[in-house]
């Protein structure tokens, strides 16, 4: 099964191997939040491993024993 590439590029492994992944809507139209809103949206969340069953895992982000 191939790896999506675009989902892949947007999530990053962790050295104890946690998913961490950029919150969406930063893109455009952030003039009109409130600072704290923005600011929030800087951060990275962290994507629970009990959301994906490990076929998913490998679907999205490939083997993680080749990823360094």
Known sequence: MKTN???SKRLKVT???KIVARKPGKNHFN???GRSKQMSN???QHISEYTFTPKVLQRYIG???KQK
């Open 63 to 65: 083997n993680p024993s």
């Open 5 to 7: 590439k675009s989902f």
């Open 15 to 17: 050295r104890r191997g």
């Open 31 to 33: 003039a009109k939040e």
């Open 42 to 44: 800087n951060r990275t």
